[in-house]
C-alpha cells in the first residue's frame, strides 16, 4: 500500500474524527491555538509517529490536512451561527452545545471505527510492523517437571523375566542355561526420581485450507510411548527428537487428509494408545458437518500407518537377499457426538489391525554359518512387559558348547476393537461433571496358536505356576493370559485446566489382560507400563496461573495373572504451557 493511499485512507477517517473533536472541544481549547491539541485523532497521529508505526512526513502532513479542516469547520460553524443569533461579543467565541453524554459517545465510536478499519487494511503502518507470513505461524508448547515414586511390594515375584530388555539386546542366548536373564525389579522402592518433558511446536498456515505443523520434544530414547527425560545423570544435556512434522489439506470444510508424522486421530482411549503416542503415515477424516444440525454430528476417521517397511539388504551379509513383509497398522473409526441442552454425549467405535507382527519359528537356521534366520525380520522393533512371546529361531547345532542367540516374536495377532463412550455435565460455569468408559477386545487373538509352531516354539511366558511346559505331550502349561480390557474413569471440575483457579478430580479403574492390546503402545504409566495390570487411580489438578498448573495422580495396580507384581506410582506434576 503506498504512501498516497495510507494518507488519503486516514485522512478519511481523520477529518470526520477532528470535525467531531472541534465540536466536542472545551472552549479553553479553543481560545488556545498553541496548546496542545484535545483531539482524540490528533494525538492517535502524535502517538503512532512516537512509536514508529507512522513515518514522521506522513504524520506531519496529516496534522496539517487536520488542522485545516478544523479551521474550515469552526469558520463554517461560526458562520452558521452568526446567521441566527446577535454578534458575539467582542474576544468571544461562540460555539453549540453539545451534552457531554453524546459528545462521549460520538468519541467512542469514532475511535473504534478507525482502530478496526486500521487493523484491517492495516494503514496505520506503511511497511507494516511485522512481515505478512508471521500472522500465518503458531507457536505452542509446554513444559512439565515431575517427581515420580515407585513402591512395589514385597510380595511381588523376583523372578520375572525382562523381555524388554532381551529384545534390546537380540540376539541372546534366552534359551542357553549358561547365560544369566536379565530380571525386572520388583521389589525396591524408587522415590521422587524427577523427570522433565519439554515441547515446542509450530505450525503454519500455507494456504486456504493447508496447514503444516513441526513438534520437537524430550525423550530418553526413540520409543515411541514417552517423552519424559530423566533428571540427575551428572548435569548432562539432553536430547531433543523429532515429535511431529506432518502435512494437512482440507480441500472442503468437511474433510482432510494428514500426511506425515501426526498426534493420534483417533478418540481412542489409553488402554490402547499411551498420550505422547504419535502415528507415521496417512489419515483422513470426514465429517456431516451441520447437515444433522447444530447438536448431532457423525465423523468417520481412518488411514494406514506403516511400522516397519522391511530390511531392503537382509540377510546383510549373504548374497542371496530375501522379502521382508511391510508391518502395518491399518485402522479405522466412526465416532457420533450429540447435545442435549448442556449435556454433551459422545460415542466411538475402532478397529485397528496390525499386519505382519505376528511372529513364526524359522526354517533350521545354523548360527554358527548363518548370519540371518529366516524369521528375524519378525523381531518386535519394541516391548515393555506383558505381552506373550515365543522363539522366532529354530537353532540348530551340532556343537554343544555353541552359542544360541535367540530372538522372540509376539505369539498372537492384534486386530483390536475400540469402543470408547463419554458424557459431559455441566453443574455451573466452573464446575462439570464428566463420565468416559472404554472397552477393548483383540479380536485376532487365538488360544490355539500357542502350540502353532509345536514344542519349539512355545511360548516363554504367561503360564500358570507350578505348571509344566506348553505344547508338552504330558501336563502341559495352562494359559493365563487374556484378550480383553476395559477403562472408567469419572472426572469433577474443568476437564482441562487453563486459567487460574481452575481445578478438578478425578478416580478410575483399568483392567487390561495380557494381550488385550500391544504391550508397546499402552499407557506407559499405570503399573509403569504393559499389559496384564488391573487396578485404580485418583488424581487432582488446580491452576495457579493462566497456563500454569499443578497436579498429583496415585495409581495402584496388580498383576491380572501370573507372577505377583504389585506396583504403585505416586506422581506430582508442574505444567506450564503456552
Request: glycine share 8%.
Amino acid at each position: 500500500m503506498g504512501l498516497n493511499t495510507n494518507i488519503s485512507t486516514f485522512g478519511r477517517h481523520l477529518r470526520r474524527a477532528v470535525l467531531a473533536s472541534v465540536l466536542l472541544m472545551p472552549l479553553p481549547a479553543l481560545a488556545q491555538a498553541d496548546a496542545p491539541s484535545e483531539s482524540a485523532m490528533v494525538n492517535l497521529v502524535r502517538a503512532l509517529v512516537k512509536q514508529g508505526a507512522l513515518d514522521a512526513d506522513v504524520g506531519s502532513a496529516l496534522i496539517l490536512q487536520a488542522e485545516a479542516e478544523a479551521a474550515q469547520a469552526r469558520a463554517a460553524n461560526q458562520r452558521s451561527v452568526s446567521s441566527e443569533l446577535p454578534p458575539a461579543p467582542n474576544g468571544a467565541i461562540r460555539v453549540p452545545y453539545i451534552p457531554e453524554t453524546v459528545r462521549a459517545q460520538i468519541k467512542d465510536e469514532l475511535r473504534n471505527e478507525v482502530m478496526k478499519e486500521a487493523r484491517v487494511e492495516r494503514w496505520a503502518a506503511p511497511d507494516q510492523a511485522a512481515p505478512d507470513w508471521t500472522r500465518r505461524i503458531k507457536l505452542h508448547g509446554d513444559v512439565r517437571v515431575r517427581s515420580q515414586s515407585e513402591l512395589y511390594a514385597r510380595t511381588n515375584s523376583n523372578e520375572i523375566i525382562d523381555f524388554a530388555t532381551i529384545n534390546a539386546l537380540s540376539p541372546y542366548g534366552i534359551d542357553d542355561p549358561r547365560l544369566l536373564l536379565p530380571i525386572l525389579n520388583a521389589r525396591n522402592d524408587r522415590w521422587n526420581n524427577l523427570r522433565l518433558r519439554a515441547r515446542l511446536g509450530v505450525e503454519a498456515t500455507i494456504a486456504t485450507g493447508v496447514t503444516a505443523g513441526i513438534t520437537i520434544a524430550t525423550g530418553e530414547n526413540e520409543g515411541p510411548i514417552s517423552t519424559n527425560a530423566s533428571l540427575g545423570g551428572g548435569f548432562f544435556k539432553r536430547d531433543l527428537w523429532l515429535d511431529k512434522a506432518w502435512l494437512k489439506v482440507a480441500p472442503v470444510s468437511w474433510g482432510n487428509v494428514t500426511f506425515g508424522r501426526f498426534e493420534n486421530p483417533f478418540s481412542s482411549s489409553d488402554l490402547l494408545y499411551d498420550k505422547d503416542v504419535n502415528l507415521d503415515g496417512i489419515a483422513a477424516d470426514i465429517n456431516s458437518g451441520t447437515m444433522l444440525g447444530e447438536d448431532i454430528s457423525i465423523a468417520a476417521r481412518g488411514g494406514a500407518f506403516p511400522l516397519d517397511f522391511g530390511s531392503p539388504s537382509a540377510p546383510l551379509f549373504e548374497f542371496d537377499k530375501i522379502d521382508t513383509p511391510q508391518k502395518y497398522l491399518f485402522a479405522g473409526e466412526i465416532e457420533a457426538s450429540a447435545k442435549f441442552g448442556d449435556i454433551s454425549v459422545r460415542l466411538g467405535a475402532g478397529y485397528h489391525m496390525f499386519k505382519n507382527l505376528q511372529g513364526e519359528l524359522s526354517t533350521p537356521c545354523r548360527v554358527e554359518t548363518d548370519s540371518f534366520c529366516s524369521t528375524d525380520f519378525l523381531q518386535p522393533a519394541f516391548l515393555t512387559k506383558g505381552n506373550t512371546l515365543s522363539p522366532l529361531r529354530q537353532i540348530v547345532t551340532v556343537n554343544p558348547n555353541a552359542d544360541l542367540p535367540q530372538l522372540v516374536g509376539y505369539t498372537f495377532k492384534y486386530n483390536i476393537l475400540d469402543v470408547n463412550a463419554s458424557v459431559n455435565v455441566p453443574i455451573t460455569d466452573n464446575i462439570e461433571v464428566t463420565l468416559a468408559g472404554s472397552y477393548v477386545k483383540n479380536l485376532g487373538f487365538d488360544e490355539a496358536d500357542i502350540c502353532r509352531n509345536g514344542l519349539l516354539g512355545r511360548p516363554y511366558n504367561n503360564n500358570a505356576a507350578g505348571g509344566g511346559i506348553f505344547c508338552a505331550a504330558v501336563d502341559p502349561a495352562e494359559f493365563v493370559g487374556g484378550d480383553t480390557g476395559y477403562r472408567f474413569e469419572a472426572i469433577l471440575g474443568r476437564k482441562n485446566i487453563e486459567k487460574a483457579g481452575e481445578w478438578n478430580v478425578l478416580a478410575g479403574y483399568r483392567y487390561l489382560e495380557s494381550d488385550a492390546v500391544l504391550d508397546a503402545l499402552t499407557d506407559s504409566d499405570f503399573h509403569l507400563g504393559g499389559t496384564n495390570s488391573k487396578g485404580y487411580f485418583v488424581g487432582v489438578n488446580y491452576g495457579l496461573y493462566d497456563g500454569v498448573f499443578v497436579g498429583t495422580r496415585w495409581m495402584s495396580a496388580n498383576e491380572v495373572s501370573g507372577p505377583p507384581l504389585s506396583i504403585d506410582v505416586l506422581q506430582v506434576d508442574l505444567v506450564a504451557k503456552f
